[in-house]
Nanobody, 115 residues
């Protein structure tokens, strides 16, 4: 089964930027529509962005204009460029399939936006 590894999180001040990566273990990933999710303590996991296997993106209203999802199928990787970060963006960010059965979650990567 495909395994997913997220990376790129960290501590950043409000207004700062991070780029998250989601690396998949198999090229079959190239057939998957993918999404970035986030979950803050005490809150439900929410879907913040999706990208089809062919590269067509969507973004949740809460991040539209600030976050950009992209993918490089040659590297079996999906990215999330996060700009103009706000404290409310603080969460564990994870990737997984969308519009299809999910595969096991990776560990996620912590994003903390704080002054």
């Amino acid at each position: 089964q495909v395994q997913l590894v997220e990376s790129g999180g960290g501590l950043v001040q409000p207004g700062g930027s991070l780029r998250l990566s989601c690396a998949a273990s198999s090229a079959i990933f190239r057939l998957y529509d993918m999404g970035w999710y986030r979950q803050a303590p005490g809150k439900q996991r929410e879907l913040v962005a999706t990208i089809t296997s062919r590269g067509s993106p969507t973004h949740a209203d809460s991040v539209k204009g600030r976050f950009t999802i992209s993918r490089d199928n040659a590297k079996n990787t999906v990215y999330l460029q996060m700009n103009s970060l706000k404290p409310e963006d603080t969460a564990v960010y994870s990737c997984n399939r969308v519009r299809a059965p999910m595969i096991p979650w990776g560990q996620g990567t912590q994003v903390t936006v704080s002054s």
